[in-house]
Structure formats: structure tokens, C-alpha cells
């Protein structure tokens, strides 16, 4: 899943209006590449190779961002759609990464664990981050909605 994440990112960072949600996608992307690198290391480490099935949830998720970025709306209310969308996605990739990482502790795996802490502690980053943006973000969405005559 991550390889779609990496693959939706750009479009993401290039349908973003704010400068900062711009800057914050494609610096998500550069870390998004680091966690796919870290996750390979982990494999490489226990010799084995990275299978698994589809993740149908996290799909799903991206899914929802892609479309976020079609919406018919202003760039203001755009922005804030997809603030929401790729929050859900951070909160299942710290849910998963959180998981995880425990896993390895119990099987005393600690390089694996710390690796997984590292990628764990830069998607509630992320999260912050995102949270702090979408505070001015949806104020200027709410405007923008205001004076169209949305009234919502």
C-alpha cells in the first residue's frame, strides 16, 4: 500500500492550494519513501520477503483522497477535504505502524521495533502538522462557503 500512497502524494501535494499543505504533502512524500525503505531493511534483516495481501481499509482511504481532489468546491474547501482524507489515512498508517512495532518488541526484535518507532513517531508528526494546518485552513474554507451562498 505504501507504493500507492507514494503514487498519490505528488497529485495530492499538486491539487493542494495552500503553500503550506503543498510543502507538507511533498514532505510527507520524502518520508512515506523512507518508511517503504526502513519496512525493506526490517525484511532484509529477518530474511524475508515483503508479501502481503491488499490492504482493502488503506485503499480505500486513498481512494477517498484521490476523489477529494475532484470535488466541486472552492480551493479553501478543496484544501480542507483533503486535509480530512489524508488525516484518515495518517491515523491508519500510526495505527498500523503502532501495532507493528509492538509485535517486534514482544518477539525481541529491538532494531526492528526502534525502526518502526521512528516511522511511527514522523506519522503523528504528520498528524500534528496537518492538524495545525487545517485550524487556518477551514476558517478560510468556511469563508470562501459564506460568501457562495452555501450557508452550511
Do not use: W
Request: charged share 30%; proline share 1%; with cysteine.
Amino acid at each position: 500500500m505504501l507504493r500507492k500512497l507514494i503514487k498519490a502524494l505528488p497529485k495530492m501535494a499538486k491539487a493542494a492550494h495552500a503553500e503550506g499543505l503543498k510543502r507538507g504533502f511533498e514532505h510527507h512524500l520524502e518520508q512515506t519513501k523512507k518508511h517503504a525503505n526502513r519496512l525493506e531493511k526490517i525484511f532484509e534483516k529477518l530474511n524475508k520477503k515483503p508479501a502481503g495481501k491488499t490492504c482493502k481499509g488503506m485503499q480505500g482511504l486513498i481512494e477517498e483522497s484521490a476523489e477529494s481532489i475532484g470535488e466541486n468546491a472552492t480551493v479553501e474547501t478543496k484544501d480542507a477535504t483533503l486535509i480530512t482524507a489524508v488525516q484518515r489515512v495518517e491515523h491508519y498508517e500510526i495505527a498500523g505502524y503502532g501495532s507493528v512495532r509492538t509485535y517486534a518488541e514482544l518477539l525481541g526484535y529491538d532494531q526492528a521495533a526502534e525502526m518502526l518507532q521512528a516511522t511511527f513517531n514522523e506519522e503523528a508528526e504528520t498528524d500534528k502538522t496537518l492538524t495545525k494546518l487545517a485550524k487556518s485552513i477551514n476558517l478560510k474554507a468556511m469563508d470562501s462557503e459564506e460568501s457562495n451562498g452555501c450557508g452550511c
